[in-house]
């Protein structure tokens, strides 16, 4: 005898009627002669009822149960209106432990949220009966039944591409597998269906989607996981810019409509460029919410004898924080020292207009003047000023700066969801070593000819590349490909790959190219960060069923583990000290 209902389902209708139900224990209360015990399942709870209180002897919490019994009218005083069953209980005549639960839990499951999370991930069986847990994961089955429809909608096709493929510079480390069959050879788990997702429009597929896993040995994060992930895989034939980005918006607010708990503003979002997000946000993921404008101040500064600022990157803001104490700018200094900046300035405007702070001796009563008026700086505002001869550098210093203030002063509105997009990124960059590399995707298409991509300097060279942004984080990244082979040639001769190595790390794209490939453009949003949104939680790991842990282990099962002997010469592998 097993359940013949979902708890949801008893109420007052069910008066005088027999039932048949199952679930967990949830608490159970002896009040001398009357037992009361709580069934829960994922749809709700019930109270149970019974006068033999040898029960106790042998029922813990969390055990699995069946009953038999009578539904009936709660008393008056006993009324739960809390839950949707609080007006009835059920009079046990039957009752059966299908499973018996340690009568010692490792936390409470209603306060399992509240548990260290190594605890939590190792008991995460446990962890998921938490109501709020439960609520996580249907959202996640809801949000992905409803991408379905509307991408269905938009004549989209879901297809789905392999799992074990080689590897891609998709900016992160691959995760490598052994061939036993192919000895010394190995194949990749995807970062990104990127290459496939081009070659399905090469087939003709037209409009491609698939709630994609992605696999990067990154190291995790508050936002990022590690190990695998799932992004919403989009991709467009005879596709623009513009196109992709109405479908996403079409999709993110038929989303949000449906599943966020937080106000959100619909589309079109406000679209800002690379380089005007880094000169006003110091950012290329900015938190619009927060109304701190930054500003570059090279132009007030260009004749400066002030060393601090001479031939440096500059970027400024000006807000009202006189009601700080001294404390509130002396961590503001500690902040940016920590963070490498040789110092951050500011000064106050005075009542008749002056400025009064440790820079201002430094520098010329005009460069004052320009300072209050290009920062907008009224009468009792503070002015900030962050330098530093690498502009990238800079900008995320003025960044962390902007962000800093903003908490602290509580101006940013923690209610809501701001949504834009960041346009024409960069399409090269220099690496840690100086080299000239890929800023994003190499299959992105560049936004100068092929003769300019001959002339031009690299770092000069934007591509039509975009990113979806929401409350600081990056929520979604795709590009216009490139579809021409010679220009496809060039890009990674600039980052010093010859048109051998090409074929070698993409033949079938190279040359399904050669075979009449449609211009088509893409993007892909990240699941899980848009689930994140949606429940307003900074921690993504709260939006996985089973995530590794903070330091890439899979505590739950016990991950990573070492390889036996045999396993090793099967695949060919020997291992190095």
């Not at 969390?62 to 009324?79: A, Q």
């Amino acid at each position: 005898m097993y359940r013949t209902m979902m708890l949801k389902s008893v109420d007052e209708t069910l008066v005088g009627k027999n039932v048949e139900l199952a679930g967990w224990v949830n608490t159970v209360r002896d009040h001398g002669g009357i037992v009361f015990i709580d069934l829960r399942d994922k749809s709700g709870i019930v109270q149970l009822k019974t006068y033999d209180d040898s029960l106790l002897t042998s029922l813990t919490k969390e055990s699995v149960i069946s009953i038999k019994g009578k539904v009936v009218l709660r008393d008056l005083e006993t009324i739960n209106p809390s839950i949707k069953s609080g007006r009835v209980e059920v009079l046990i005549d039957q009752l059966r432990v299908l499973s018996k639960s340690k009568a010692m839990l490792p936390f409470e499951i209603k306060d399992s949220m509240k548990v260290n999370e190594e605890v939590r991930l190792k008991y995460r069986y446990l962890d998921l009966r938490n109501d709020k847990m439960q609520q996580m994961i249907k959202l996640r089955a809801d949000v992905a039944f409803e991408t379905r429809t509307v991408l269905r909608a938009l004549d989209f096709t879901e297809v789905a591409t392999p799992i074990l493929t080689v590897p891609s510079p998709e900016g992160a480390r691959d995760y490598l597998v052994p061939s036993r069959v192919h000895k010394g050879k190995f194949y990749a788990l995807p970062q990104a269906p990127q290459q496939f997702k081009q070659l399905l429009m090469c087939s003709g597929v037209d409009k491609y989607f698939q709630i994609a896993p992605c696999f990067r040995d990154e190291d995790p994060r508050a936002d990022r996981l590690t190990g695998d992930f799932y992004q919403i895989d989009m991709e467009m034939s005879f596709a623009t810019q513009d196109d992709v980005l109405e479908a996403v918006e079409t999709l993110v607010e038929k989303l949000f409509s449906k599943f966020s708990k937080f106000p959100f503003n619909k589309g079109p979002f406000k679209r800002f460029s690379f380089k005007d997000a880094m000169i006003k946000f110091g950012s290329d993921k900015p938190d619009l919410r927060n109304p701190i404008i930054m500003t570059n101040l090279e132009d007030v500064f260009k004749n400066t004898t002030f060393s601090a600022f001479k031939n440096k990157t500059i970027e400024g803001f000006s807000i009202n924080a006189s009601s700080q104490p001294r404390s509130f700018f002396d961590k503001l200094q500690a902040l940016m020292l920590n963070e490498g900046a040789e110092g951050l300035a500011w000064v106050r405007v005075q009542d008749d207009g002056s400025l009064k702070g440790p820079i201002v001796k430094f520098i010329s009563e005009t460069e004052c003047n320009d300072l209050k008026s290009k920062t907008r700086a009224n009468v009792g505002d503070d002015i900030f000023v962050i330098a530093d001869a690498n502009p990238k550098t800079c900008y995320k210093l003025a960044g962390l700066l902007r962000q800093e203030v903003g908490d602290k002063l509580n101006l940013i509105d923690r209610s809501r969801i701001e949504f834009c997009w960041i346009v024409d990124f960069p399409m090269f960059e220099l690496d840690d070593d100086g080299k000239i590399a890929f800023c994003h995707n190499p299959f992105n298409m560049p936004k100068v000819t092929l003769d300019e991509l001959k002339t031009k300097n690299p770092l000069e060279i934007d591509a039509y590349q975009y990113d979806l942004v929401a409350n600081g984080y990056e929520v979604a990244s795709g590009a216009v490909r490139n579809t021409d082979k010679d220009i496809m040639i060039e890009l990674f001769k600039i980052v010093g790959y010859g048109e051998e190595e090409i074929q070698k790390r993409f033949g079938a794209l190279y040359t399904a190219f050669q075979y009449g490939a449609p211009p088509h453009a893409g993007v892909a949003p990240g699941f899980e960060r848009l689930l994140m949104l949606m429940l307003g939680i900074s921690n993504i790991r709260d939006v996985v069923p089973f995530p590794m842990n903070s330091r890439a282990q899979d505590v739950l099962m016990g991950g990573p583990i070492e390889a036996d002997e045999k396993q090793l010469r099967e695949l060919h592998i020997k291992l190095r000290q």
